[in-house]
């Protein structure tokens, strides 16, 4: 009976992986890992020693991309339903993180063959992410947190920053002259933002085009700047407000960049986390009929403190040099690039949040 209760993985004849995971399956596995067994082709990267875990199961409900299920009031393991051959970032990030302590702890990453198919993490009591907590402070007009989340993020990237058996040499520097590829990026995100955005919200955009490639230009000019491994889809909506603080989750990479370079500039990061503090304002518009004029005002200072105590963490810790700010505007105009061509392609009701934020930029 052994392995009977792990998760059935199918691979179509195009080589897609499904995951199915049937009543009882996670506890069953959980079970299994205490005594250090996997079924083959499963098998166990561990990462921490998994506590004991009570029994007694039940899922996570908000937005999520993966499923993860919550075990014992202890763990979340969360089960990738499209399980990928190509190297995952999480499983070596989390190892090579062992320093940082404001993340939930991770335990072990599961495989079937080379697919990553589970991570398990510390359960964070009480735990909600941004699309509700900050939501909560714009609504209230709040900005105390932008500098406890502005220096989380600064602390996480020292990490990223720190040599480790996994990552000896994590700093690089991009090539002196600059990374063309990153202007050809963000062009190209525009582009396709403008090629995809219909309607009055496209007309206005078509408006704005020019000034949204000038924005962009400075990427033509980088100097050499230092490259770090990035979280990489740092949004409020992977910044837990748990009992004991906040904490970063979700360390899966981005989802909309094939491809692209783990090593990047902190900036893209950064510009992410500023971004997504105006996309919680827009939810706080439309969802909860906040005020506009005062949530673009909380929206910009909640912006400034945040990046103010992101660059005071690194500059204490004698890393300022990790920041390039000259990266950050062009950094963000990509992303509302992005936002822009993500609603377009998977979330319509979406649009309305990267359209608000450019419409107060650029009123
Ligand atoms: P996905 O890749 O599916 O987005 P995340 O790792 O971001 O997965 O987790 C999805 C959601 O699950 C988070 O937004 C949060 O609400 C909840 N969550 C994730 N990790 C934990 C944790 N360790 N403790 C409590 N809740 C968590
Ligand atoms: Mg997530
Ligand atoms: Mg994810």
């Given amino acids: 009976m052994e392995g009977s209760r792990w998760p059935r993985v199918t691979e179509e004849p195009d080589g897609v992986l499904t995951l199915e995971i049937g009543d009882g399956v996670t506890g069953c596995v959980l079970r299994d890992l205490a005594r250090g067994f996997a079924p083959p082709p499963f098998s166990v990267r561990a990462l921490r020693p998994l506590p004991p875990v009570p029994p007694g199961e039940r899922p996570i409900t908000v937005d999520q991309t993966n499923q993860s299920v919550i075990a014992g009031d202890t763990v979340v393991v969360k089960w990738f339903p499209r399980p990928s051959r ?87 520097l991009s090539p002196p002259g600059g990374e063309g590829a990153w202007r050809t990026r963000a062009e190209e995100a525009l582009r396709e933002a403008l090629a995809l955005t219909d309607g009055a919200d496209g007309a206005w955009l078509a408006g704005r085009a020019e000034a949204l490639r000038r924005e962009l230009e400075p990427l033509a000019r980088v100097p050499a700047t230092p490259l770090i491994r990035v979280h990489g889809d740092l949004h409020v909506g992977q910044i837990l407000r748990w009992r004991d603080g906040y904490a970063v989750v979700d360390f899966d990479g981005n989802p909309t960049v094939a491809d692209a370079d783990p090593y990047q500039p902190a900036a893209r990061d950064l510009a992410q986390l500023t971004t997504s503090v105006d996309h919680a304002g827009q939810v706080a518009v439309r969802r909860r009929s906040a005020d506009p004029d005062a949530t673009a005002a909380w929206a910009d200072a909640a912006r400034r403190d945040l990046t103010a105590a992101y660059t005071r963490t690194l500059a204490r810790a004698g890393r300022a040099d990790l920041l390039d700010r000259s990266l950050l505007r062009p950094f963000e105009v990509e992303q509302e690039c992005r936002e822009l061509i993500y609603a377009a392609r998977h979330l319509p009701r979406w649009r309305y949040a990267p359209m608000g934020v450019l419409r107060t930029w650029y009123a």
């Fill in 86 to 172: 190509a190297p995952h970032p999480a499983p070596g990030l989390l190892a090579h993180l062992a320093g940082f302590g404001r993340m939930a702890t991770p335990y072990a990453a599961v495989y079937w063959e080379d697919a990553l198919v589970a991570l398990v993490t510390a359960y964070l009591p009480e735990a909600r992410d941004g699309w509700e907590w900050c939501v909560d402070e714009a609504e209230a007009g709040r900005t105390g947190f932008a500098a406890e989340v502005g220096a989380l993020a600064a602390e996480l990237h020292l990490a990223m920053a720190t040599p480790s058996a996994v990552f000896p040499d994590p700093v690089r």
